[in-house]
Each structure stands twice: as structure tokens, then as C-alpha cells.
């Protein structure tokens, strides 16, 4: 069993920062990914970004792609979101997951079910 704690969120001005992060506790997976997802006002959740589902690096959605990127400190146990340049688009509750690699497939890591243990949320809102 993994438990996932994650802080960071906030209220901010278009156009500001805010660094998300996800602390796990746990037993670790021989081969875990490591992700974001957000879930925005009326909108299903949505997969944001994930690290250690390919070897060549991370990978993200297209909405957020050039601006949200994913890292992590592995020694730690612990991954970011650095989410630069919010936009009045972005406000949601955004949500830390991991999951075992039991996949080849690249799709498979934007996927929800692919992933077994959740954080609890925070929130992130944006005025103009």
C-alpha cells in the first residue's frame, strides 16, 4: 500500500506560478510510474503529465505541454508539477498518482486506471 500526500496549490493572478508536489510512502513498485491529472469544473479528469513511463523522458498533454513540467526526486520518493504562466483554463483539482508499468503501450500512462494509489487534491484557482 502507497499513501500519497500532496500540497502546493493555491489562488494566484494570471500569469503566476505555483509548484505542485506529491510525497509517497509506502512500499515502492519495482517499476512505477509517477503522475499528474487535474480535474477541472465539469470536466472529467483529464491526464496532465507522467514521468518513468518512457525512457526517453516525460511525456504531457498537449494543453499543457511547453508549460507544466513534470520532475521528480527519486531518492525521496517525491514528484513535482511546475506550473508556469496559469492561465484563466487551468483552475482544478489537480491529483499526484502512481501505478506499476505493466505496459509497453505509451497510452497507457495517460490513463487513469493504470494508476492504484491517488493523493488528495489541491486545488489550484486563477483570477484575472
Known amino acids: 500500500q502507497v499513501h500519497l500526500v500532496e500540497s502546493g496549490g493555491g489562488s494566484v493572478q494570471a500569469g503566476d506560478s505555483l509548484r505542485l508536489s506529491c510525497a509517497a510512502a509506502g512500499r515502492a513498485y519495482s517499476s512505477t510510474i509517477m503522475g499528474w491529472f487535474r480535474q ?12 518513468r513511463c518512457e525512457a526517453r523522458g516525460p511525456m504531457y498533454s498537449e494543453s499543457v505541454k511547453g508549460r507544466f513540467p513534470i520532475s521528480a526526486d527519486n ?42 494509489a491517488w493523493g488528495q487534491g489541491t486545488k489550484v484557482t486563477v483570477s484575472s
Open 40 to 51: 477541472r469544473p465539469g470536466k472529467a479528469r483529464e491526464f496532465v503529465a507522467a514521468i
Open 75 to 116: 531518492t525521496q520518493n517525491t514528484w513535482f508539477l511546475q506550473m508556469d504562466g496559469l492561465q484563466v483554463e487551468d483552475p482544478a483539482v489537480y491529483y499526484c498518482a502512481t501505478g506499476p508499468r505493466t505496459s509497453d503501450s505509451k497510452a497507457y500512462c495517460t490513463r487513469s486506471d493504470a494508476y492504484d
